[in-house]
Protein backbone atom coordinates (compact mmCIF):
# COMPACT_ATOMS: atom_id res chain seq x y z
CA UNK A 1 0.00 0.00 0.00
CA UNK A 2 1.28 3.49 -0.93
CA UNK A 3 2.29 6.07 1.68
CA UNK A 4 -0.10 8.58 0.50
CA UNK A 5 -3.02 5.76 0.31
CA UNK A 6 -2.67 5.41 3.80
CA UNK A 7 -1.92 8.48 4.85
CA UNK A 8 -5.38 9.73 3.65
CA UNK A 9 -7.07 6.34 5.37
CA UNK A 10 -5.32 7.27 8.23
CA UNK A 11 -6.52 11.24 8.11
CA UNK A 12 -10.40 9.54 6.74
CA UNK A 13 -10.00 7.29 10.33
CA UNK A 14 -9.32 10.32 12.80
CA UNK A 15 -11.63 12.50 11.07
CA UNK A 16 -14.56 9.67 11.37
CA UNK A 17 -13.35 8.65 15.23
CA UNK A 18 -13.55 12.15 16.84
CA UNK A 19 -17.22 12.83 15.69
CA UNK A 20 -19.30 12.43 17.98
CA UNK A 21 -21.55 9.52 18.04
CA UNK A 22 -22.61 6.46 20.29
CA UNK A 23 -19.72 5.23 20.45
CA UNK A 24 -18.45 8.36 22.40
CA UNK A 25 -21.42 8.50 24.30
CA UNK A 26 -20.74 5.17 25.92
CA UNK A 27 -16.70 5.65 26.71
CA UNK A 28 -17.29 9.19 28.31
CA UNK A 29 -20.43 8.06 30.53
CA UNK A 30 -18.30 4.74 31.84
CA UNK A 31 -14.91 6.75 32.10
CA UNK A 32 -17.32 9.56 34.25
CA UNK A 33 -18.56 6.54 35.88
CA UNK A 34 -16.06 4.40 36.83
CA UNK A 35 -12.43 5.65 35.23
CA UNK A 36 -10.41 4.58 32.91
CA UNK A 37 -9.09 1.59 33.68
CA UNK A 38 -13.05 0.20 33.83
CA UNK A 39 -13.80 2.29 30.68
CA UNK A 40 -11.30 -0.19 29.01
CA UNK A 41 -13.64 -2.46 28.89
CA UNK A 42 -16.32 -0.43 27.20
CA UNK A 43 -13.74 0.43 24.32
CA UNK A 44 -12.52 -3.18 23.88
CA UNK A 45 -16.48 -4.27 23.14
CA UNK A 46 -16.16 -1.53 20.72
CA UNK A 47 -13.16 -2.17 18.93
CA UNK A 48 -14.57 -5.81 18.98
CA UNK A 49 -17.65 -4.68 17.24
CA UNK A 50 -15.62 -2.48 15.03
CA UNK A 51 -13.76 -5.40 13.54
CA UNK A 52 -16.73 -7.50 12.70
CA UNK A 53 -18.25 -4.52 10.51
CA UNK A 54 -14.90 -4.40 9.31
CA UNK A 55 -15.72 -8.12 8.43
CA UNK A 56 -19.14 -8.26 6.91
CA UNK A 57 -17.70 -5.46 4.61
CA UNK A 58 -14.89 -7.63 3.65
CA UNK A 59 -17.21 -10.57 2.87
CA UNK A 60 -19.39 -8.30 0.75
CA UNK A 61 -21.92 -8.49 3.20
CA UNK A 62 -22.31 -4.47 3.72
CA UNK A 63 -23.05 -4.03 -0.19
CA UNK A 64 -26.11 -6.60 0.91
CA UNK A 65 -27.33 -4.34 3.39
CA UNK A 66 -26.71 -1.10 1.57
CA UNK A 67 -28.72 -2.51 -1.16
CA UNK A 68 -31.95 -4.26 0.63
CA UNK A 69 -33.78 -1.42 2.37
CA UNK A 70 -35.82 -3.98 4.42
CA UNK A 71 -32.20 -5.19 6.18
CA UNK A 72 -32.02 -1.52 6.49
CA UNK A 73 -34.56 -0.35 8.08
CA UNK A 74 -34.39 -3.19 10.31
CA UNK A 75 -31.35 -3.07 11.67
CA UNK A 76 -31.70 0.25 12.17
CA UNK A 77 -35.05 0.47 14.31
CA UNK A 78 -33.25 -2.66 16.22
CA UNK A 79 -30.26 -0.20 17.18
CA UNK A 80 -31.90 2.70 17.70
CA UNK A 81 -34.68 1.02 19.82
CA UNK A 82 -31.30 -0.42 21.85
CA UNK A 83 -30.15 3.12 21.92
CA UNK A 84 -33.53 4.04 23.73
CA UNK A 85 -33.69 1.19 26.04
CA UNK A 86 -29.87 2.43 27.43
CA UNK A 87 -30.97 5.81 27.85
CA UNK A 88 -34.16 4.71 29.64
CA UNK A 89 -32.29 2.39 31.82
CA UNK A 90 -29.49 5.12 32.70
CA UNK A 91 -32.04 7.66 33.46
CA UNK A 92 -34.28 5.20 36.30
CA UNK A 93 -30.85 4.35 37.62
CA UNK A 94 -30.91 5.07 41.43
CA UNK A 95 -27.75 7.26 42.44
CA UNK A 96 -24.72 5.88 43.77
CA UNK A 97 -21.44 7.68 44.89
CA UNK A 98 -18.36 6.92 42.60
CA UNK A 99 -16.33 5.63 45.12
CA UNK A 100 -19.14 2.51 45.35
CA UNK A 101 -16.98 -1.05 44.45
CA UNK A 102 -18.55 -2.09 41.22
CA UNK A 103 -19.75 -5.34 40.58
CA UNK A 104 -17.45 -8.06 38.32
CA UNK A 105 -20.60 -9.18 36.55
CA UNK A 106 -21.14 -5.18 35.48
CA UNK A 107 -17.97 -4.55 34.46
CA UNK A 108 -18.34 -7.78 32.24
CA UNK A 109 -21.54 -6.28 30.91
CA UNK A 110 -19.82 -3.18 30.20
CA UNK A 111 -18.05 -4.72 27.13
CA UNK A 112 -21.42 -6.79 26.02
CA UNK A 113 -23.29 -3.22 26.43
CA UNK A 114 -20.59 -1.40 23.58
CA UNK A 115 -20.04 -4.27 21.54
CA UNK A 116 -24.16 -4.35 20.44
CA UNK A 117 -24.08 -0.03 20.41
CA UNK A 118 -21.87 -0.55 17.36
CA UNK A 119 -23.15 -3.30 16.22
CA UNK A 120 -27.00 -2.54 15.78
CA UNK A 121 -25.41 1.03 13.86
CA UNK A 122 -26.12 -0.26 10.09
CA UNK A 123 -24.97 3.00 8.87
CA UNK A 124 -21.89 2.89 10.25
CA UNK A 125 -21.93 -0.73 8.22
CA UNK A 126 -22.53 1.14 5.35
CA UNK A 127 -20.53 4.09 5.68
CA UNK A 128 -17.47 1.76 5.73
CA UNK A 129 -18.22 -0.38 2.47
CA UNK A 130 -18.38 2.96 0.90
CA UNK A 131 -15.41 4.42 1.76
CA UNK A 132 -12.97 1.37 2.47
CA UNK A 133 -12.86 -0.37 -1.32
CA UNK A 134 -11.59 3.28 -2.02
CA UNK A 135 -8.36 2.72 -0.45
CA UNK A 136 -7.48 -0.92 -2.09
CA UNK A 137 -5.73 -1.41 -5.04
CA UNK A 138 -7.09 -4.46 -6.68
CA UNK A 139 -3.93 -5.06 -8.41
CA UNK A 140 -2.72 -5.64 -4.95
CA UNK A 141 -3.08 -8.05 -2.01
CA UNK A 142 -6.54 -6.93 -1.31
CA UNK A 143 -6.49 -8.94 2.36
CA UNK A 144 -3.11 -7.61 3.27
CA UNK A 145 -4.65 -4.15 2.38
CA UNK A 146 -7.40 -4.74 4.51
CA UNK A 147 -5.37 -5.87 7.48
CA UNK A 148 -3.66 -2.73 7.22
CA UNK A 149 -6.70 -0.37 7.01
CA UNK A 150 -8.82 -2.63 9.51
CA UNK A 151 -5.81 -2.21 12.15
CA UNK A 152 -5.16 1.55 11.47
CA UNK A 153 -8.84 2.34 11.87
CA UNK A 154 -9.10 0.06 15.53
CA UNK A 155 -6.36 2.13 16.64
CA UNK A 156 -7.01 4.84 15.80
CA UNK A 157 -10.95 4.43 16.72
CA UNK A 158 -9.13 3.03 20.57
CA UNK A 159 -7.14 5.59 21.00
CA UNK A 160 -9.67 8.50 20.60
CA UNK A 161 -11.95 6.47 22.62
CA UNK A 162 -9.47 6.74 25.17
CA UNK A 163 -9.01 10.02 24.65
CA UNK A 164 -13.18 10.58 25.55
CA UNK A 165 -12.53 8.78 28.46
CA UNK A 166 -9.86 10.20 29.98
CA UNK A 167 -11.35 13.52 29.54
CA UNK A 168 -14.53 12.23 31.28
CA UNK A 169 -12.76 11.14 34.54
CA UNK A 170 -11.47 14.47 35.51
CA UNK A 171 -15.18 15.16 36.34
CA UNK A 172 -15.13 12.15 38.22
CA UNK A 173 -14.73 14.29 41.43
CA UNK A 174 -17.80 16.39 40.95
CA UNK A 175 -19.44 13.26 41.41
CA UNK A 176 -18.76 12.85 45.23
CA UNK A 177 -22.29 12.54 46.18
CA UNK A 178 -25.23 10.52 44.94
CA UNK A 179 -27.54 13.07 43.75
CA UNK A 180 -24.50 14.62 41.59
CA UNK A 181 -24.43 10.74 40.21
CA UNK A 182 -28.05 10.74 39.56
CA UNK A 183 -27.75 14.08 37.49
CA UNK A 184 -25.10 12.24 35.45
CA UNK A 185 -27.29 9.33 35.02
CA UNK A 186 -29.93 11.27 33.72
CA UNK A 187 -27.24 13.41 31.32
CA UNK A 188 -26.36 10.35 29.44
CA UNK A 189 -29.46 8.93 29.87
CA UNK A 190 -30.73 11.63 27.53
CA UNK A 191 -28.10 11.64 25.15
CA UNK A 192 -28.94 8.27 24.39
CA UNK A 193 -32.20 8.77 24.08
CA UNK A 194 -31.53 11.31 21.52
CA UNK A 195 -28.79 8.97 19.90
CA UNK A 196 -31.31 6.45 19.38
CA UNK A 197 -33.98 8.89 18.24
CA UNK A 198 -31.66 10.45 15.48
CA UNK A 199 -31.09 6.91 14.47
CA UNK A 200 -34.08 6.29 14.10
CA UNK A 201 -35.55 9.14 12.07
CA UNK A 202 -32.05 9.48 9.69
CA UNK A 203 -33.19 9.43 6.30
CA UNK A 204 -31.26 5.88 5.30
CA UNK A 205 -28.32 4.82 3.18
Known amino acids: MA ?33 YRVSLQSIAGLQVALMIQLAIVAAGLGAVLAASATAFLILKIVGAAYLVWLGVQKWRSAGESVSATTAPIEVRRLFR ?15 MAALVPQFIDPAGNQWLQFAILCMTTVVIDTLVMSCYALLATRFRPWLADARAQCIQNRVFGSLFVGAGAALAVSSGR
Open 113 to 127: TALLVNLTNPKAIIF
Open 3 to 35: WQVWLAFLAASIIISVTPGPGAVVSMSVGLRYG
